[in-house]
């Protein structure tokens, strides 16, 4: 069936350094997609969300970017700080669904 | 503004036993979801409902079920509870199906 995924379960970094998290999506038909992190023992917290009619979204020290040739998107945080440790999912959302990958730990230490 | 509330926080129950999960949405949002969090892995769509009406069911047994009431709150039942029904339960809130949607802070489940 369709899923999302994420290239790369864990990802440590310094804090001041920009991450960046991927995830890879197969369904070429999904047009609507939403970023969250979730701390331990909370829900799904919304980071930004991005359409298919873009290619390129900002928020505040966060940017996706949405790559439909090779169905592929980021979530670029800048000037990472200890706050932002937390596992990232990217989800598509079906209209019906949300449809998550695994997630990417991300650790920030100072 | 009250985000997405779920109650309760956590709960213990044995096996065979029935359980009942509340959500009270976003002021404004009709639409409720509800999604199963096991460790380590990503929430698993379980029901959607819109005005009131389930627009979208994800691959749970009959055991699960859900309704939501005139107020666009929400219950999720799961009867004859296993062990393996121990997981965080989501709920989530958007103004329709195709929009944001926000995330309550889980029930805690743990089948004994």
């Known amino acids: 069936g369709e899923s999302v995924g994420l290239h790369l379960p864990t990802l440590s970094v310094q804090e001041g350094d920009n991450s960046i998290i991927n995830c890879a999506y197969s369904?070429?038909?999904?047009?609507?997609f939403i970023w969250y992190k979730q701390e331990s023992g909370k829900g799904p917290q919304f980071i930004i969300d991005?359409?298919?009619?873009?290619d390129k979204r900002q928020g505040q020290r966060v940017t996706v970017l949405l790559n439909k040739t090779v169905k592929h998107l980021s979530l670029q945080i800048a000037a990472t700080q200890p706050g932002d440790s937390a596992v990232y999912f990217c989800?598509?959302?079906?209209?019906?669904?949300?449809?998550f990958g695994k997630g990417t730990t991300l650790s920030v230490s100072s | 503004d009250a985000g997405v509330t779920q109650s309760p926080t956590h709960l213990i129950k044995t096996r065979g036993q029935q359980v009942t999960l509340r959500c009270s949405p976003i002021?404004?949002?009709?639409?409720v979801s509800w999604y199963q969090q096991v460790l380590g892995q990503g929430p698993q769509f379980i029901f959607q409902?819109?005005?009131?009406?389930?627009?979208g069911r994800g691959n749970f047994p009959d055991r699960f079920s859900a309704r939501q009431f005139p107020n666009y709150s929400s219950e999720l039942n799961v009867n004859a509870l296993l062990l393996g029904d121990s997981a965080l339960y989501l709920c989530?809130?958007?103004?329709?199906?195709?929009?944001?949607?926000?995330f309550g802070q889980g029930t805690r489940l743990t089948v004994v």
């Open positions: 989530a809130s958007s103004f329709g199906g195709n929009t944001e949607a926000f």
């Open positions: 369904n070429s038909a999904s047009d609507y």
């Open positions: 991005i359409r298919s009619n873009m």
């Open positions: 989800a598509e959302n079906s209209g019906t669904a949300l449809i």
């Open positions: 002021s404004g949002h009709k639409s």
């Open positions: 409902y819109y005005e009131k009406e389930e627009r």
